[in-house]
């Protein structure tokens, strides 16, 4: 069975360490961005991106505003993206799935959650 790839976006490198040690030792292929263009670029050289864990709160181009783009372009589109975000407020679930997250997982992470959520939206994990 193939390594998944996991693509994390989120200006915080303390966030990205933590998650590539949770997913690498769970067996997934990891790349990292520290923005949504950055993380777009990664796309583009490495076709093989299975999920975007999506930072929502970032400077520049917030993730509702990244995964919009994702949406609207033809190589990124049916790239799954999972909303990672500190808000946990009442509706903030609903605003990520309705800006086009395939699902939503709160911080601090609960990494069986997130695993969860991984294998929901790439089925042959």
């Known amino acids: 069975m193939p390594l ?3 693509l994390i976006i989120d200006d915080d490198n303390r966030n990205i ?3 590539k040690a949770v997913l690498k030792a769970k067996g997934f292929d990891c790349l990292s961005a520290t923005s949504a263009q950055e993380g777009f670029s990664l796309i583009e050289k490495n076709e093989k991106v299975d999920i975007v864990l999506m930072d929502m ?4 181009m917030d993730g509702y505003q990244a995964i919009a ?4 372009s033809a190589a990124m589109q049916n790239i799954p993206v999972l909303a990672v975000t500190a808000q946990a407020m009442v509706g903030d679930r609903e605003r990520c799935l309705s800006a086009g997250a395939s699902g939503y997982v709160s911080k601090p992470i609960n990494v069986d959650e997130l695993l ?3 294998k929901k939206f ?4």
């Open 17 to 19: 360490f933590a998650l």
């Open 122 to 125: 790439t089925p042959d994990t």
């Open 4 to 6: 998944k790839t996991v």
């Open 69 to 72: 783009a994702m949406k609207k």
């Open 116 to 118: 969860v959520q991984i």
């Open 57 to 60: 709160m970032m400077p520049d």
